[in-house]
């Protein structure tokens, strides 16, 4: 059964840097292309971040500079380093993953498969 389990998410200080993680179960992680999603309160989701099966990443102009998508292949995790942190970034945070090739990596269309989400706050 495929499983996106994310942690990592809680209260940090402006300014402050926060890592989340995503652990990958029943899919193989070396053929897929995973992503970040956020969404606050009345807002809609958005793509954050992805990387491909190939470690090629994409950012949305929002995060670009402050953010580093990244994978570790042996642990099976995906990870998204946030640093100088607003309060703007404040939302639930999704990883999700499907088979490479996506024709638009920060599309959440393109992700077949979701976690159930980890809340940042920033204050």
């Known amino acids: 059964d495929v499983q996106l389990v994310e942690s990592g998410g809680g209260s940090v200080q402006a300014g402050g840097s926060l890592t989340l993680s995503c652990v990958y179960s029943?899919?193989?992680?070396?053929?897929?292309?995973m992503g970040w999603f956020r969404q606050a309160p009345g807002k809609e989701r958005e793509g954050v971040a992805a990387?491909?099966?190939?470690?090629?990443?994409s950012y949305a102009d929002s995060v670009k500079g402050r953010f580093t998508i990244s994978k570790d292949t042996v642990k099976n995790t995906l990870y998204l380093q946030m640093n100088s942190l607003k309060d703007e970034d404040t939302a639930m945070y999704y990883c999700?993953?499907?088979?490479?090739?996506?024709?638009?990596?920060?599309?959440?269309?393109?992700?077949?498969?979701w976690g159930q989400g980890t809340q940042v706050t920033v204050s």
């Open positions: 999700a993953a499907n088979y490479c090739p996506l024709v638009g990596p920060l599309m959440d269309y393109e992700y077949h498969n």
């Open positions: 029943g899919y193989n992680y070396n053929e897929s292309c």
């Open positions: 990387i491909d099966s190939d470690g090629s990443s």
